[in-house]
């Protein structure tokens, strides 16, 4: 089945930009998801389709797929940003749906 | 507003069984995919199960197949997951999850399965 990888962790601080990336083979061919995970909380969905963003998700999130990484970034880095944040896609192939194992965003 | 809201989890010894419901509001049901993703305590988001609106048609993760069973009832808007022959590692907590065939756009809050003796 289909692999994702994805850094453990990432450390930013208020205001700069932090770059979470997902990689697979060829992931740029498959449509990426993203959400965001705060602790004790559900997960939320903040990027679909690669790049767009659902209603409610601040501008300051956006995303980017090719070749064989796909990247969330998130701009001007607020306290609220500190999450665990997952990629996932389709295998339409197995009718699966994959998770990457997560990264954890620290706000210094 | 979509809600989506689980239950029937709880403790359940290792080969045992549970039912759980996920209750659904605000949209219409039978028109969507519905899915199960777990996440054991402090690991990762894994996707469990999908069941189609209204053909039924189902997908498991190799990890669940033959042991659990997902199921649907658009006349009361719920779906259900059958889980026999629980293992230690099936401990998790259950999201129910809206699901648009690609991704997943709703979650509920989930409940939490404890397999232990």
């Known amino acids: 089945s289909y692999v994702l990888t994805q850094p453990p962790s990432v450390s930013v601080a208020p205001g700069k930009t932090a770059r979470i990336t997902c990689g697979g083979n060829?992931?740029?061919?498959?449509?990426v998801h993203w959400y965001q995970q705060r602790p004790g909380q559900a997960p939320v969905l903040v990027m679909s389709?690669?790049?767009a963003r659902p209603s409610g998700i601040p501008g300051r999130f956006s995303g980017s797929n090719s070749g064989n990484a796909a990247t969330l970034t998130i701009s001007m880095v607020e306290a609220a940003d500190e999450a665990d944040y997952y990629c996932?896609?389709?295998?339409?192939?197995?009718?699966?749906?994959?998770f990457g194992p997560g990264t954890k965003v620290t706000v210094l | 507003e979509v809600q989506l809201l689980e239950s029937g989890g709880g403790l359940v010894q290792p080969g045992g069984s549970l039912r759980l419901s996920c209750a659904a509001s605000?949209?219409?049901?039978?028109?969507?995919?519905m899915s199960w993703v777990r996440q054991a305590p402090d690991k990762g988001l894994e996707w469990v199960s999908t069941?189609?609106?209204?053909?039924?048609?189902?997908n498991y993760a190799d990890s669940v197949k033959g042991r659990f069973t997902i199921s649907r009832d658009n006349s009361k808007n719920t779906m259900y997951l059958q889980m026999n022959s629980l293992r230690a590692e099936d401990t998790a907590v259950y999201y129910c999850?809206?699901?648009?065939?690609?991704?997943?756009?709703?979650w509920g809050q989930g409940t939490l399965v404890s397999v232990s003796p």
């Open positions: 999850v809206k699901d648009l065939i690609a991704y997943f756009e709703y």
């Open positions: 605000g949209f219409t049901f039978s028109d969507y995919a």
């Open positions: 069941i189609s609106g209204s053909e039924g048609n189902t």
């Open positions: 060829n992931i740029g061919s498959k449509s």
């Open positions: 389709h690669d790049s």
């Open positions: 996932q896609v389709w295998d339409r192939g197995d009718h699966l749906r994959v």
